[in-house]
């Protein structure tokens, strides 16, 4: 047992610890989200025509995760993803 307490100390799955866990509300997290989706909806539209947009499930209890972008031709995907990989997103 203090060997499991050991490990997930702080984490995610640690519900005392993380100073994630339940800090938020069900609609502040969704509004956090929207607002993260149209943050990156209008930045990489500004690489030419986008498709889809796909934020996968988080398996985590904050946001953390993969967004997928589709573009119409591949140079325009490429230009995303070179000035995706030049900076962190939201300052991070």
Known sequence: MASHLANIFGTEQDRVNCSFYYKLTEKELQEGFDAVYEDLYCELAKFGHLLELHVCDNVGDHLIGNVYARYEWE???????DSCNERWYAGM
């Not at 140079?75 to 993803?81: G, I, K, L, Y």
């Open 75 to 81: 140079t325009e995907a490429q230009a995303a993803v």
